[in-house]
């Protein structure tokens, strides 16, 4: 089983910077990935950035690409979302995942608000 507290959100003016933090316990393995999602209210959960524990390889959505990055610490056993250039759009309430490669989403963090103000 995996636990994942999200921490890190706030409120920022556009062209800002925040960065969120994953805190995961539990039982991982070299096949474990993890995401960013984000959701407003009405809208689906929207898929961020994602990144895996054995992988150097980070993918990302189009609408953040260059502005957020996503990072693990193994040794702190954090998963990080370096958002920059942040815009209004980017407001939402934002969500740690964990899974298994090329299985569905199996955990999820209980949600961190960010807001963006112009």
């Known amino acids: 089983q995996v636990q994942l507290v999200e921490s890190g959100g706030g409120s920022v003016q556009a062209g800002g910077s925040l960065r969120l933090s994953c805190a995961v316990s539990g039982t991982t393995t070299s096949s474990t990935n993890f995401a960013w999602f984000r959701q407003t209210p009405g809208k689906s959960r929207e898929w961020v950035a994602e990144?895996?524990?054995?992988?150097?390889?980070?993918y990302y959505a189009d609408s953040v690409k260059g502005r957020f990055t996503i990072s693990q610490d193994n040794a702190k056993n954090t998963v990080y979302l370096q958002m920059n250039s942040l815009k209004p759009e980017d407001s939402a309430m934002y969500y740690c995942a964990a899974g298994e490669r090329g299985r569905p989403w199996s955990h999820w963090g209980q949600g961190t608000q960010v807001t963006v103000s112009s």
């Open positions: 990144t895996a524990i054995g992988d150097a390889i980070s």
